[in-house]
């Protein structure tokens, strides 16, 4: 599924998939004034700067807790560590998402559990999901993939009935809506990342774990400090996962811009979707009309995605494939690896998707650049 590499001709102007210089140059200001204010307390890790962006993001999700951590990935292993998933442990989650939610399950010594995803929107397959559920089943973990929003009133029935843990990968749907209501405040814990590109990015890594329960955000808390509540007092194993000052602040200085970003992506996948309608190829991935996604990504579905792939890249396009292998295919799976042909939706969608450079400040040259690509490749 590799693609060959192939440079924009000579004197092409490059187009990012993601322009973080462009969302730089909108909010200097802000961002500047949020490091200096670190350097001024001299609060590096945690500090009242991370607090006051927990407060904030979780009353934007609406939920009591938001624990921040070092990165996404850490926000899965914590919420799953936390809530005592281990060794032994079966996890259901889909192979379509990107590794860390599975490597998350495989750092607490569980088991992830893989079920097919919907062949128009590629996300969790309700009916399937609960068909891979056994008694030694602890969590159910839908993906809100691309930031559209999984059916979660259809995961928490499974839960409620079988007594499962209900997570939320929630990692790429910061302003997502389900019914109304917030991506990370469906379930009974949902873990976002702030790696930079994503909606609400911070500069470096971060993440975090949000809830309405009380007694596990505090573990997680504690979890994220090396067990501990009081300095040098240490009551349980726990991990070094705290979140720098400097994030903390520069969160907060764009979370008050991500509903104005989120709309603006929502207006360009609009624009891509009018432009490519009537094309026989490619097709796009389906919208749930329970939710509005935040349009993390745009992705297409092209049978000759490889080569289209490459003519982009030779126009300085810079599409980008989220993702080439599916997780029950990757080597680092080990034992809950499954071989090719185990979910076929999963693998057909893995060979055809292919996501179209998408960011608030993308403009319609810019898109009509990246369409007239594609019609020039369809001939």
Same mark, same amino acid.
């Given at each position: +599924?590799?693609?060959?590499? &192939?440079?924009?001709?000579?004197?092409v102007?490059?187009?990012?998939?993601?322009?973080? $210089?462009?969302?730089?140059?909108?909010?200097?200001?802000?961002?500047?004034?949020?490091?200096?204010?670190?350097?001024?307390?001299?609060?590096?890790?945690?500090?009242p700067?991370? /607090?006051?962006? /927990?407060?904030?993001?979780? !009353?934007?999700?609406g939920?009591?807790?938001?624990?921040?951590?070092?990165?996404?990935?850490?926000?899965?292993?914590?919420?799953?560590? =936390?809530?005592?998933?281990?060794?032994?442990? %079966?996890?259901?989650?889909?192979?379509?998402?990107?590794?860390?939610?599975?490597e998350?399950?495989?750092?607490?010594?569980?088991?992830?559990?893989f079920?097919d995803?919907?062949?128009?929107?590629?996300?969790l397959?309700?009916? *399937?999901?609960?068909?891979?559920?056994?008694? $030694?089943?602890?969590?159910?973990?839908?993906?809100?993939?691309?930031?559209?929003?999984?059916? +979660?009133?259809?995961?928490?029935?499974?839960?409620?009935?079988?007594?499962l843990?209900?997570?939320?990968?929630?990692?790429?749907?910061?302003?997502?809506?389900?019914?109304?209501r &917030? =991506?990370g405040?469906?379930?009974?814990? =949902?873990?976002?990342?702030?790696?930079?590109?994503?909606?609400?990015?911070?500069?470096?890594? =971060?993440?975090?774990?949000?809830?309405?329960?009380?007694?596990?955000?505090?573990?997680?808390?504690?979890?994220?400090?090396?067990?501990?509540?009081?300095?040098?007092?240490?009551?349980f194993?726990?991990?070094?996962?705290?979140l720098?000052?400097?994030q903390?602040?520069?969160? !907060?200085? *764009?979370?008050?811009?991500?509903?104005?970003?989120?709309a603006?992506?929502?207006?360009?996948?609009?624009?891509?979707?009018?432009?490519?309608?009537? +094309?026989? /190829?490619? !097709?796009?991935?389906? %919208? +749930?009309?329970?939710?509005?996604?935040?349009?993390?990504?745009?992705?297409?579905?092209?049978?000759?995605?490889?080569?289209?792939?490459?003519?982009?890249?030779?126009?300085?396009? %810079?599409?980008?494939?989220?993702?080439?292998v599916?997780c029950?295919?990757q080597?680092?799976?080990?034992?809950?690896?499954?071989?090719?042909?185990?979910?076929?939706?999963?693998e &057909?969608?893995?060979? /055809?998707?292919?996501?179209?450079?998408?960011?608030? %400040?993308?403009?319609?040259?810019?898109?009509?650049?990246?369409? !007239?690509?594609?019609?020039?490749?369809?001939?």
């Open positions: +599924m590799s693609v060959a590499a &192939k440079g924009p001709a000579s004197g102007e490059r187009l990012p998939l993601v322009d973080l $210089k462009a969302q730089y140059r909108a909010i200097r200001p802000d961002i500047e004034g949020a490091i200096a204010a670190t350097l001024e307390s001299q609060y590096f890790i945690l500090g700067q991370v /607090e006051a962006f /927990e407060r904030e993001f979780a !009353s934007y999700i939920v009591r807790h938001a624990v921040a951590v070092n990165s996404g990935t850490t926000a899965l292993w914590l919420a799953l560590w =936390a809530r005592g998933i281990g060794p032994g442990d %079966e996890v259901v989650t889909p192979p379509s998402t990107f590794f860390a939610t599975v998350a399950v495989l750092l607490c010594g569980a088991k992830p559990v079920a995803v919907d062949p128009a929107t590629l996300l397959d309700v009916k *399937k999901a609960e068909s891979a559920v056994t008694p $030694k089943t602890k969590a159910l973990l839908p993906v809100h993939l691309y930031g559209q929003a999984a059916d +979660m009133d259809g995961f928490r029935k499974i839960a409620q009935r079988r007594g843990f209900l997570l939320e990968d929630a990692a790429q749907a910061a302003g997502t809506l389900y019914k109304g &917030k =991506a405040s469906l379930g009974d814990a =949902a873990a976002f990342s702030f790696y930079p590109g994503k909606n609400l990015g911070a500069c470096g890594d =971060a993440g975090a774990v949000l809830t309405n329960d009380d007694a596990l955000a505090e573990k997680i808390r504690r979890l994220r400090n090396h067990g501990s509540e009081k300095k040098n007092y240490h009551d194993l726990g991990t070094n996962a705290r720098e000052a400097f903390g602040g520069i969160l !907060s200085a *764009k979370l008050r811009r991500l509903d104005d970003w989120n603006a992506r929502r207006r360009h996948a609009e624009s891509y979707r009018r432009a490519l309608a009537g +094309m026989p /190829e490619p !097709s796009c991935v389906e %919208e +749930m009309t329970e939710g509005r996604s935040n349009c993390h990504l745009f992705v297409l579905r092209h049978p000759r995605r490889d080569a289209l792939l490459a003519h982009l890249r030779g126009q300085g396009i %810079e599409a980008d494939i989220h993702y080439p599916p029950h295919l080597p680092a799976c080990g034992i809950a690896r499954r071989p090719a042909g185990s979910f076929p939706v999963a &057909k969608a893995a060979s /055809e998707i292919l996501s179209l450079p998408l960011f608030p %400040e993308l403009s319609q040259a810019q898109i009509d650049r990246v369409v !007239s690509a594609v019609r020039s490749f369809q001939g």
